[in-house]
């Protein structure tokens, strides 16, 4: 509880004090009610039910991606935000980002699911820049069983339209809802890989999970954390990790979402401003680490407004050219690895076996 109650004085200045104890008494009030994965929600609640993935590194990003939402919420809608992570979100970037993103009808919970993730921690597989938390989404519908539809939003990404018109999408019988992955159009050997060794039909239907609407309702009728756990225990994964999980396991069960809810800095497939509902600077197209990503002027339009502007500018500036030069070395890797992967015949046909296996069970 101590480091709930110890929130650094040059973070308390802009704050008043009774704000301070009142946001401190919420993120007491939320851990509380998280413990042993108790759920916040109630059956009979209609709201917009927002998911996010972070640590302290990337909390200012987060604040960005939640300034680009909170400016275009609808005043006939009810927002919740939960931001999950493994008890590294410091209290006082918790009170920052309550502090500058709550509204009458937005309200943001942190959930450290540390207990919850405890069994599957070290069995998920990572690589290169990627930490475990991008394998939270996935469980989502067991952590909240009383909701029945989440959308899950990357921390990279900003929004230029209101989410609830996305979150209201109908999903029918699909698991999830997802645009295909631009990185995915634009690569040759990714496109063999996601059909070779994923499985997909096409490659138009491997979907990016950085913008992912859940049928979390469905997803629990046919126990999709006890496949998603057989799966992560039989095969390997480790090109996009728990979204390859997932195509594999969704495969056929997807709701195409209009590309314009998840725009990639690609050239090739730029949009204009005017059709664009949401940016997503995915893989190394990340404006706080180098100049002339696409899109990175409404990036920055957003950052100037949040409280972490100072700490994203000086990332920016002293972001060293060599990791910049890593990302690009370890992206040839990546796509020389999916062409090895999906050229193994024999590896690809028994990974077939086993999702079909899982599939039927």
Known sequence: MDNLSVVPKREREDIPLEKILEIENMILKNQLENKGGQTLFTPTEQRVNLFFACDDNYIPFLAVTLNSIVKKIS??????????????????????IISSFTRPNFEIKFHDITNEVEDFASKLHTRDYYSK????????????????????????????????????TDLGDNLVGATHDGAVETVKPFQ????????????EDYFNAGVLLMNTKK???????????????????????DQDYLNAICR?????????????????????????????????????????????????DLAQDVDYYEEILNIKRNYPQELIELAEKQTQNLIQSTVVQSQDVHRNERIRKIIIKIMDE
């Open 252 to 300: 056929n069960k997807v709701k195409r979402l209009d590309y314009a809810w998840d725009v990639m800095p690609f050239e090739n497939l730029r949009l204009d401003v005017s059709e664009i509902k949401l940016i997503h600077y995915n893989l190394s197209f990340k404006p706080w680490h180098r100049s002339g990503v696409l899109y990175e002027d409404i990036f920055w």
């Open 192 to 203: 063999d890989y996601v059909v070779n060794t994923i499985g997909v039909d096409r490659q």
């Open 219 to 241: 997803m629990r009728e046919i126990n999709f954390e006890n496949k998603f756990c057989s799966l992560l225990s039989q095969v390997v994964f480790d090109v996009a990790q």
């Open 133 to 168: 938390a991008t394998y939270y989404r996935l469980f989502i519908p067991n952590l909240y069983p009383n909701i029945d539809k989440a959308l899950y939003l990357d921390c990279d990404i900003v929004l230029l339209d209101d989410v609830a018109k996305l979150f209201h």
């Open 75 to 96: 005043p006939s809608e009810f927002y919740r935000a939960i931001v999950l992570h493994a008890n590294n979100i410091c209290a006082s970037n918790q009170v920052r």
